[in-house]
Structure formats: C-alpha cells, structure tokens
C-alpha cells in the first residue's frame, strides 16, 4: 500500500488531491504508513494551490518527535512562497507543530520571528500563531520583540488584535509597554469589532486586578464608555458584570 500511494502521489495534480484525502483516512488506522515516505509528499513549486493546501495538511498530520525538525525545515521554505494565502497556511501550520511536540516549540517561535522578520505583511498570523503557542507554553512569549520591531499600529486584522490583546492582558506583567498600547485601542473602543471590544474588556480587567491604583481611571473609562454607548447586549451585560463584582472589592474579584 504504501508504495503504490507514493507512486500515486507522483500523478497529476487531481490524482495527487484524491490520494492526499484518502490517506488522512488511512492514517487514522495505520498512523505510521508513510512515515518513510515523507518526502514524496513535499509540497512542490509547481502543484496548484489546492494540491498544496492539502500537501501542507498531511504534513502537520504526519508530525510526530522523530520528524519534527525535518517538517520544520520544509515550513520554512513554503513560508516564501507567492501565494498569500499558502504562506498564511504555514505560520498557523508552524503553531500546530509547536502544540503538537513541545520539544521544538522554542524553534516554532524563532521560525515565527524569522519569517515575519522577511514578510511583514504576515504579521497578522505570526501574532495569532504567538497566541495560541503561549497559551500552551507561557515561556515562549515573545509579544514585546514583535512589538518592538513591528509596532502594534500594524495590527489591523479582527483575529490579530484579538490575540494581541489577549497577550498584553494575559502577561501584562512581563510587557513593558503594555499600558500605552492598551490605551491607543481604547481610545477607538467604540470603533473596534465586537470581539476585539470583548478582548479589550477583559485584558483591562486582568490588568487592573494586578495593578488597581494605575489601572483604576482606565478600567473606569472602559466600563462607563461600554455600558452607555454599546449596543451589543453581550458586551454591555459584561460591562455590567465585571462593574458589580469590582464593586465588592478588588479581592472579592480576584
């Protein structure tokens, strides 16, 4: 089986598709089967996209300790490809690897840095793959050098902004810089999206929580602005919520 599935693989870019999906099948039964083989499913300069969307999935699929590294090095080279998308595909892929084998996690961040270090304009997903891989591992934060070489201002996407958020509430301990960039998004709370407005809410919270005396005027800011002015019922009973309970005492809170 695993001979002829790679002669498969060599086919035309439809053979090559069809093979790819049937073997996610196979593999959920023997997970090992082409493990051996790995390269003959390499995503290729000419295969179309969705060859190597698929290609990219079987790979993360077939990660496993003993080809980690090796899955690595190819994620790397797909990250210079043309097509944005297949790039944005591989920095979430690079996060997936980190999650999956922590012993190369600290080489899914570097990889991270690097690739946003040559593409700035993957910024966006590097901060969101940076999210979910400190959510597993918090000693892998590297929020504050994105930061630093990149700037926060150049955040724009709904999913980006929500992790960076996420990070400065999360970790606000160990970011320097993270009261004044909370500040610039609060200053256009009302302008945001829902969920970034949701993710602004509770980082100040967290903040405030570990430093009320300088969190205390800002938090008041967010709770009033949000409980007056939104119209998303969600948010403005959340506003409501935390407003009560903070009332009770910040060690009621906590």
């Keep these: 089986v695993n001979s002829a599935l790679v002669t498969l693989s060599r086919g035309d870019p439809e053979t090559q598709y069809v093979v790819c999906k049937n073997i996610h099948a196979i593999l959920v039964i023997f997970p090992n089967l082409i493990c051996n083989s790995l390269d003959s499913f390499y995503v290729r300069f000419t295969d179309p996209p969705y060859v190597k969307l698929e290609k990219l999935r079987l790979l993360l699929k077939l990660v496993t300790p003993s080809t980690a590294c090796q899955i690595l090095k190819e994620l790397e080279e797909y990250s210079s490809e043309v097509d944005l998308v297949f790039a944005e595909e591989v920095v979430k892929g690079i996060a997936t690897v980190a999650l999956k084998i922590e012993s190369v996690a600290p080489s899914c961040v570097e990889l991270l840095l690097r690739i946003v270090g040559r593409r700035p304009e993957l910024l966006p997903q590097v901060i969101t793959s940076c999210k979910n891989i400190v959510r597993k591992y918090p000693e892998q934060l590297v929020l504050e050098t ?45 302008s945001h999206e829902q969920p970034v407005q949701m993710a602004i809410l509770s980082a100040v919270i967290k903040m405030f929580l570990r430093d009320p005396v300088g969190m205390e005027r800002t938090l008041n800011i967010v709770l009033d602005t949000l409980t007056t002015q939104s119209n998303d019922p969600d948010l403005r009973d959340r506003a409501y919520a935390y407003w009560r309970l903070l009332s009770k005492g910040v060690g009621v809170a906590k």
């Design 146 to 190: 994105l930061i630093i070489e990149h700037g926060a201002d150049a955040v724009a996407e709904e999913d980006a902004k929500v992790s960076l958020i996420w990070m400065l509430g999360e970790f606000c301990d160990f970011i320097t810089d993270g009261k004044p960039i909370i500040t610039r998004f609060i200053d256009e709370l009302m």
